[in-house]
């Protein structure tokens, strides 16, 4: 995983793996939202510790679920861009990428005047030319310092929590998911990597 994660970084070195700071803050990233119950539980939680993270949300999402995307503005928390159908850049044209990614900014400009310039690629996966082309458009792209694998129904809950807390540093930038499938997972990992890390001096901020 290290490799893999060393050999991305090196490929794509205008993509943003990790926050330059010297302060101790760990960067709380969610994909795949806002669905109901799910991304609604992981509002409450961070609310309970008052923490602001950073939703990378799926156009079709916010579509269904308004009042979700909006209380997640409400609460301060920060909101980036993850294609309007979750896709996968290494399977699309450059154009049907591109188009589907501004789809998702025109949902998103429903609800806020701000204008998006988070970006995240679901899967991880995307081509150098989409990279560049969203890069001129103004957009930063945020990929990861450590992916919990929240999605891997394979692995355990500890498991999922040793991922989230074992590498950290200051700048990390650590993803979640508030979608269905990794909820077992993150529901038992995302409290206490919370805690873990608070306990080890570290506090949270948004991207």
Request: charged share 25%; aromatic share 12%.
């Amino acid at each position: 995983m290290k490799l893999t994660h060393h050999i991305l970084t090196f490929f794509y070195p205008t993509l943003t793996w990790t926050k330059v700071t010297t302060a101790k803050k760990i960067y709380l990233t969610f994909d795949d939202g806002p669905i109901p119950e799910v991304t609604e539980w992981v509002l409450d939680l961070l609310k309970d510790y008052n923490i602001r993270a950073t939703f990378f949300c799926i156009g079709d999402n916010i579509r269904k679920h308004p009042h979700i995307f909006k209380r997640i503005l409400e609460e301060g928390h920060q909101i980036g861009n993850h294609t309007f159908n979750h896709y996968n850049g290494w399977k699309k044209t450059n154009k049907e990428y591109l188009q589907n990614t501004a789809l998702c900014d025109l949902e998103i400009k429903k609800h806020t005047k701000k204008v998006c310039k988070l970006f995240r690629p679901p899967y991880g996966k995307i081509k150098r030319a989409q990279s560049k082309a969203l890069l001129q458009q103004g957009k930063e792209i945020i990929m990861w310092t450590t992916i919990t694998k929240d999605y891997d129904i394979r692995i355990s809950p500890e498991k999922c929590l040793d991922l989230a807390t074992s590498n950290c540093k200051p700048g990390a930038i650590l993803v979640f998911h508030d979608s269905i499938k990794a909820s077992r997972n993150m529901k038992y990992a995302l409290p206490r990597t919370i805690e873990v890390l608070k306990e080890q001096g570290y506090t949270f901020d948004t991207l």
